[in-house]
Nanobody, 121 residues
Framework: QAHVVQSGGGLVQPGGSLRLSCVVS????????MAWYRQIPGTQREMVAS???????LHALSVRGRFTISKDNAQNSTFLQMNDLKSEDTGVYYC???????????????WGQGTQVTVSS
């Protein structure tokens, strides 16, 4: 099965930048979708950005123009560049992938361990 490991995050001042990374390892046939979610205290987990296997990128309205998702197919990785961070971006960020273990197997999801992003002066 696929294993998702995240890195990045931390404490940054308002207006600052952070970059999150997500690397997929283990046994899998293909990854069809990669996304970043976040969970802000007191709210439900929400999708921040996603990228399909064809390279179609989507960004939530709340982060559009500030966050950018990208991926590296050769490295089975996705990244979230976060610029002009605001206090309301504070939360735990998760990477999620959709993948197949084999050509005819069903689609499955795997989550990263989560990483804290804190925007504060």
């Amino acid at each position: 099965q696929a294993h998702v490991v995240q890195s990045g995050g931390g404490l940054v001042q308002p207006g600052g930048s952070l970059r999150l990374s997500c690397v997929v390892s283990g046994s899998f046939y293909s990854i069809s979708h990669m996304a970043w979610y976040r969970q802000i205290p007191g709210t439900q987990r929400e999708m921040v950005a996603s990228v399909s296997d064809e390279g179609l990128m989507l960004h939530a309205l709340s982060v559009r123009g500030r966050f950018t998702i990208s991926k590296d197919n050769a490295q089975n990785s996705t990244f979230l560049q976060m610029n002009d961070l605001k206090s309301e971006d504070t939360g735990v960020y998760y990477c999620r992938i959709r993948y197949r273990r084999a050509p005819t197997s069903t689609l499955e999801f795997a989550w990263g361990q989560g990483t804290q992003v804190t925007v504060s002066s």
